[in-house]
């Protein structure tokens, strides 16, 4: 029984949410779901002709030390990062919602890094650890300080986590602001007047009271990090020597540099299925907080 | 009475010291785009001891500044434009209509929204660049950036529209307003504060983008800003002053931006943050 209202009903939804669908579908979806298919077959990217190889392209994945390698860099760099970001977006976000004078003024300055697009941000870095620091610790007589960072194996990776954590930490910032904002002035001046110092009023009042932004913040830096690219590739490029190649530059380079259009995707296809545990594990973590408040 | 002003100055030259740290790289780009590649070198911390000018032309010739700048806008608008529009409308139905159909896919757009990048790449370059021959054009780039931010941007005003009550929209029905007329003439301006979050917040993401475009732009005249500066950095890797002529010119359109619109563009950092 189709009434006139339920004929009226669909007339909207094909009006109005079947573009947005259709679009979702053709740029989204069908992309996925033919991604699948291109990680069973071998094709060069040039040639109209593939064949298709099973699951050859993950069994050379997965036996691939270089697919783990990059795996584990990520793996080190997420770790180096979501630390090193959140602690200092954490220390950011109490000082300006301190009582500070002009704090919207830092705020605003603090999140410039974020308007800058990683390309960009990536070569400014670069220029500054290849000449500027070099050139402080040339003055200075500091040995491992005159020669750069980024041409040391050992050293990129740091770099890239300094550089990504400046970044980062300046976003996260915004939303621990907003975290920080929203405690109740009145259970502060509580514990003050219980006698709690600053630093009880900070780990008993506060943290508690901006788990979620904690969360938040937590699983965005991880999914950031796994992620990574443009800052990966204008500032290290991968290298030296690979030391900092990242999977999601690695699987660009698969496809692009090594022509190996079928094995980069089904590297793409296992970097789909990490972020997606980490998402489920998000949307996890934030409904079990719910059911317990 | 002392020790808390002595607390306030130290909390204000804690937080200059920070701003500073955040700042510096792009102060001595700044610095360094008015020197010589000589004096660069030389010093990279130095203040310009003669401000040289020549540097920008330079860059602005070299690196086709105008046709990059062009492309990126133009990339820009018609992304947020066509995500306004599909999105806001997609929202509508989310909000005002139980149906399982749109539910489903409602849910199943959102959940794609965490989805990497890299697994779409390869698949969209095959089928839109391959098969339907969108070479060398911005047409593709469009679409699937408005494809991208699509999930976003329903999630996002489906949030604020079912905070708008269903009455306004009865009331407008029984005066005989169809839902087209409804949504565009009544909802639509009420949706204003939503979508200028939304939509400074989508073309931030845009204009930086490098990827996408780097798939499907090719040549220099289709090039975008982010493409250009990658191009002009590894063409002009010795000559820094330029380059950090060049570096200043394609960051500064975005910076102004920013400064004019920092409110909307910290706020959709707040409420694109609690998705999913």
Not at chain 1, 196 to 208: D, G, L, S, T
């Amino acid at each position: 029984m189709l009434t006139k209202r339920g004929w009226d009903t669909w007339k909207l939804i094909l009006l109005f949410f079947c573009p947005a669908l259709f679009i979702w579908l053709t740029t989204m979806l069908i992309p996925f779901l033919y991604g699948i298919f291109i990680s069973f077959t071998k094709w060069d990217g040039i040639s109209t002709t593939y064949s298709m190889v099973g699951l050859a392209n993950y069994h050379k994945v997965f036996n691939t030390s270089k697919f783990w390698l990059s795996l584990r860099r990520t793996g080190i760099y997420t770790v180096g990062t979501v630390v090193l970001s959140n602690v200092v977006a954490l220390i950011l976000g109490l000082l300006l919602t301190s009582n500070l004078k002009g704090r919207n003024a830092f705020r605003t300055a603090i999140y410039v890094p974020n308007v800058v697009g990683g390309v960009a941000m990536g070569y400014i870095w670069q220029y500054i650890f290849n000449y500027g620091f070099t050139k402080i610790g040339q003055q200075l007589n500091v040995g491992w300080m005159s020669t750069s960072m980024l041409s040391d194996p050992s050293r990129a990776m740091i770099a890239l986590v300094v550089v990504s954590s400046w970044q980062l930490s300046a976003y996260l910032m915004i939303i621990y602001v907003a975290g920080f904002t929203n405690v109740p002035g009145e259970l502060v001046e509580a514990a003050r007047v219980d006698g709690a110092n600053a630093w009880r009023v900070f780990w008993h009042v506060r943290m508690p009271m901006i788990r979620s932004s904690i969360t938040i913040c937590l699983f965005l830096a991880i999914v950031r990090s796994f992620m990574v690219f443009e800052i990966n590739l204008s500032l290290t490029d991968g290298g030296p020597f690979n030391s900092t190649e990242m999977i999601a530059l690695r699987i660009y380079n698969t496809a692009y540099v090594s022509l190996k259009f079928g094995n980069a995707q089904a590297q793409a296809v296992v970097l789909f299925v990490i972020v997606a545990f980490i998402s489920v594990m998000q949307a996890y973590f934030t409904q079990k907080r719910e059911v317990q408040m | 009475m002392v020790e808390k002003r002595s607390t306030k100055v130290l909390l204000l030259v804690l937080a200059i010291v920070l701003t500073m740290f955040y700042l510096f790289p792009l102060v001595l780009m700044a610095l360094n785009s008015l020197k010589t590649t000589g004096q660069f070198t030389m010093n990279p911390f130095s203040l310009p001891t003669r401000l040289v000018a020549e540097n920008y032309p330079q860059a602005f010739t070299q690196m086709h500044f105008l046709t990059s700048l062009g492309n990126t806008f133009v990339l820009t608008v018609s992304v947020c434009l066509l995500v306004a529009v599909f999105g806001s409308m997609a929202a509508y139905v989310v909000s005002r209509v139980k149906n399982k159909f749109v539910s489903f896919f409602y849910y199943f757009m959102i959940a794609s929204m965490c989805a990497p990048f890299q697994a779409f790449m390869i698949p969209l370059v095959k089928l839109y660049a391959a098969r339907l021959g969108f070479n060398n054009s911005l047409l593709p780039v469009i679409y699937i950036g408005t494809g991208l931010n699509l999930a976003f941007a329903t999630f996002l005003v489906r949030g604020f529209l079912n905070a708008i009550p269903m009455e306004i929209d009865q009331a407008a029905m029984i005066d005989g307003c169809g839902s087209i007329r409804l949504f565009f003439h009544i909802i639509l301006p009420m949706l204003t504060p939503i979508m200028v979050t939304l939509l400074v917040f989508v073309a931030m993401g845009v204009w930086n983008d490098y990827l996408l475009s780097s798939l499907f732009l090719q040549t220099q005249d289709k090039r975008t800003l982010p493409m250009m500066i990658r191009v002009f950095c590894a063409q002009y890797s010795n000559d820094y002053a330029p380059m950090m002529a060049g570096l200043v010119m394609s960051i500064a359109p975005m910076l102004i931006f920013y400064l004019i619109c920092q409110k909307q563009i910290l706020a959709g950092v707040v409420q694109g943050s609690v998705k999913g």
